[in-house]
């Protein structure tokens, strides 16, 4: 089985995506199923897994309904408020869809660098461990170490990486290399999470190639192992840079080295066990 463990579906009209600049003709118009099942059917891709793309409750209940009509999603990472202890409530209530497997706070946006560390914010750590949830982290570099030391409180705690935590490809220097390296190897080493592979084209240049990436690549598989790394598309995000097919070749390409039982875990198997997939 094949799984993309990372896309997006939305529609702009909602009014809760304020990060989507309204300039953008990529990003700013509506991505549903008929969009992506064409790209699905031509790779053989056979699930995926619906992230969030807002942080309210109403857009985590509109991907659910999304979810409900979609053979091919698998599961839904949502949303809930973590700086309110009451939507302990809603992740409770949304954990008994079948279909809603983890929740992902937009930890990139928010201009506190240590917020993963409050105290005040503990109680959905905790929830995401009780419940047997997934928790997605998504950041930029500068968010490692802190990462670091919240999954070492939450060792029990299913976490999935994204988008390698956003390596600053398009300013690729040994400086910036070192420095979210030593970050990642820290995590790997030392806790459980698993890792996507997935929005690197968008973190490097427009004329991006496979030799740019390869570095990154390469360290996230010395580090990771093939048993612990999940391959996403990104999109409709991943438009920015290439189409989905070519996002797909490209990861093909990159890891054209590994045995066919690793890439069947990169390309599928690690999403089952990662997000405890009923598939």
Not at 16 to 41: A, I, T
Not at 193 to 200: C, E, H, Q, T, V
Not at 250 to 267: G, I, M, P, W
């Amino acid at each position: 089985m094949k799984i993309d463990a990372h896309q997006h579906f939305w529609n702009p009209a909602r009014g809760d995506y304020g990060w989507m600049p309204k300039d953008n003709k990529v990003l700013y118009r509506s991505y549903l199923q008929h969009d992506l099942e064409p790209y699905l059917k031509k790779l053989e891709i056979d699930k995926t897994i619906l992230v969030q793309a807002a942080p309210s409750i109403e857009e985590t209940e509109y991907l659910l309904g999304l979810a409900d009509s979609s053979s091919f999603v698998a599961g839904v990472v949502g949303w809930v408020n973590f700086e309110n202890p009451n939507d302990y409530a809603q992740l409770e209530r949304l954990s008994k869809h079948p279909k809603f497997v983890g929740v992902r706070p937009m930890v990139q946006d928010i201009p506190d660098k240590n917020w993963v560390l409050r105290e005040d914010i503990k109680w959905a750590f905790d929830a995401i461990e009780e419940l047997d949830l997934a928790f997605d982290a998504l950041g930029f570099p500068q968010h490692l170490e802190n990462f670091q030391k919240c999954l070492l409180k939450h060792r029990e705690m299913r976490t999935v990486i994204d988008h390698f935590m956003k390596p600053q490809i398009v300013d690729h220097s040994e400086d910036n290399f070192k420095f979210w390296a030593d970050g990642i190897s820290a995590l790997a080493e030392d806790t459980s999470a698993y890792i996507k592979f997935s929005g690197l084209i968008t973190e490097a240049s427009d004329d991006w190639t496979i030799d740019a990436l390869q570095p990154y690549v390469d360290h996230i598989l010395s580090k990771f192992g093939a048993s612990r790394i999940l391959w996403g598309s990104d999109w409709p995000v991943c438009r920015l840079r290439a189409e989905y097919d070519i996002w797909h070749a490209a990861a093909s390409e990159l890891t054209a080295h590994l045995s066919s039982d690793d890439k069947a875990r990169v390309f599928g198997q690690n999403a089952v066990t990662a997000y405890k997939l009923l598939v």
